[in-house]
């Protein structure tokens, strides 16, 4: 089936624009995160969603940085007043639901480069 | 929160050797432990995962073995090709509704020399 999608696939901005990155999770998977891969380096979680519960905001590095996710399935992250050290490829991932009530694995999708100047 | 440590950062191995890659752990809650390996440009994708009720799970010529006790997991692969050399990262979850979120380890490229 369809896998994680994002849009745009590459983002190039001006220093203070405000920036939408989207994310579409496989359908019926339940929660979503996203993470962010600076140059070189690892993953940084940022936010995740579950279900209808509040989300987890823990891993935004500022208040420039917020998410939404409306339906229960699409998720706009949203970037204000960018400034450089924003750049980096931010990842999307999505994870289903076990009977158990437990969730493990997530997908991810192929991410958005976004390079402000 | 959760702090996880992977060695070597880069690791070059001959074809038809074995690589192994290890990490750490220090929140004793992580109860969920994926691999995943992520190529130039694409996005990581997910190759093995154990949870912490076993001490080991095999697939083809991927391995992962978990120490609890000593809060360290490592992957192993064995017979190794061209084809594996990409970026490796470990993480570590609790696997549960509260704070779900993994936390990878710094990565590991991996060359694998023809």
């Known amino acids: 089936g369809a896998g994680v999608s994002q849009s745009p696939s590459n983002k190039v901005t001006e220093k203070g624009k405000d920036v939408e990155l989207r994310c579409d999770p496989i359908?019926?998977?339940?929660?979503l995160y996203w993470y962010r891969q600076s140059l070189g380096q690892g993953l940084e979680f940022l936010i995740y969603?579950?279900?209808?519960?509040?989300?987890?905001k823990s891993g935004l590095p500022s208040d420039r940085f917020s998410a939404e996710r409306t339906g229960g399935s699409v998720s706009t992250l949203t970037i204000q007043r960018t400034q450089q050290e924003d750049s980096a490829v931010y990842l999307c991932?999505?994870?289903?639901?076990?009977?158990?009530?437990?969730?493990?694995?997530?997908?991810f999708g192929p991410g958005t480069r976004l390079t402000v100047t | 929160g959760e702090n996880v440590e992977q060695h070597p950062s880069t690791l070059s191995v001959q074809e038809g050797d074995s690589a192994v890659i290890k990490c750490t752990y220090s929140?004793?809650?992580?109860?969920?432990f994926p691999w995943y390996k992520q190529e130039l440009g694409k996005r990581p994708q997910l190759i093995i995962d154990?949870?912490?009720?076993?001490g080991e799970k095999k697939d083809q010529r991927i391995a992962v073995t978990l120490n609890k006790t000593a809060k360290h997991f490592s992957l192993h692969i064995t017979e190794t090709q061209p084809e594996d050399s990409a970026v490796y990262f470990c993480a570590a979850s609790m696997g549960n509704n509260a704070g779900n979120m993994l936390t990878f380890g710094g990565g590991t490229r991996l060359m694998v020399k023809p």
């Open positions: 969603f579950q279900g209808n519960s509040a989300p987890d």
């Open positions: 154990i949870r912490s009720n076993v």
């Open positions: 929140d004793s809650a992580s109860n969920y």
């Open positions: 991932a999505s994870s289903p639901r076990r009977q158990t009530g437990l969730i493990y694995e997530q997908y």
């Open positions: 359908s019926g998977h339940t929660a």
